[in-house]
Structure formats: C-alpha cells, structure tokens
C-alpha cells in the first residue's frame, strides 16, 4: 500500500507564510514527479506546483516569486513554501505523486487526502 501524507496547513494572514508537507510511505520501488494542487470551493482542481525526481520545477503563473517546491534528499517528502499568501490561495491543498509499486512496471498518481488552508484576517 501507498500513502501520501500531508501536514501543515491551518489559518494564515493575509502576507504571512506557511509551509506545508507530504511524505510518501509504503512499498515504493520508483517515484517521479511530485506536485501541489488546490481546489477553491466552487472551482475545478489545478496545479500549483510540480517537481521532478532531477529537481526541475514548475510554478502556476499565480504564485511565481511567492511559492517554492522542493524535496528531500530521499526524494519521498515535497515541501511547499508560501510566502505572501493571498485570500485567493484559500483552498484544500492536495499532494501528488507518480510512483511505481514494488514488483510492478507501470507508474501510477497518487493523491493525498488534503490539508484546508485558509488567507484570512
């Protein structure tokens, strides 16, 4: 089995920071991209940001210069910086991952089950 697993989130102000987390556990055997998505209540599910197993990155327009992705040494835990929040940026964060099950071929996405974070005064 495979488990993604957020923390980190909660209430922010408006230009406050706060970082978020997701480790990935279980039979393993390959992962790939790993990324952020948000969903707004009332909107369709979109890519915040991506990064590759190399270390490569991709930012939304929307949170250029504000947010930055990274990932352990290991490679199994993503991270998410956000700097200046926004009211915009209230939304369920979801982690995502490509990972290959030990003694399979195919990779697969995984989602996590999300973290709400709220840009409220």
């Known amino acids: 089995q495979v488990q993604l697993v957020e923390s980190g989130g909660g209430l922010v102000q408006p230009g406050g920071s706060l970082s978020l987390s997701c480790a990935a556990s279980g039979f393993i055997a390959g992962l790939k991209n790993m990324g952020w998505y948000r969903q707004a209540p009332g909107k369709e599910r979109e890519l915040v940001a991506s990064?590759?197993?190399?270390?490569?990155?991709n930012y939304a327009d929307s949170v250029k210069g504000r947010f930055t992705i990274s990932r352990d040494n290991r490679k199994t835990t993503v991270y998410l910086q956000m700097n200046s929040r926004k009211p915009e940026d209230t939304a369920v964060y979801y982690c995502?991952?490509?990972?290959?099950?030990?003694?399979?071929?195919?990779?697969?996405?995984?989602w996590g089950r999300g973290t709400q974070v709220t840009v409220s005064s």
């Open positions: 995502n991952a490509e990972i290959r099950r030990t003694y399979t071929f195919d990779y697969n996405d995984y």
């Open positions: 990064i590759t197993s190399d270390g490569n990155t």
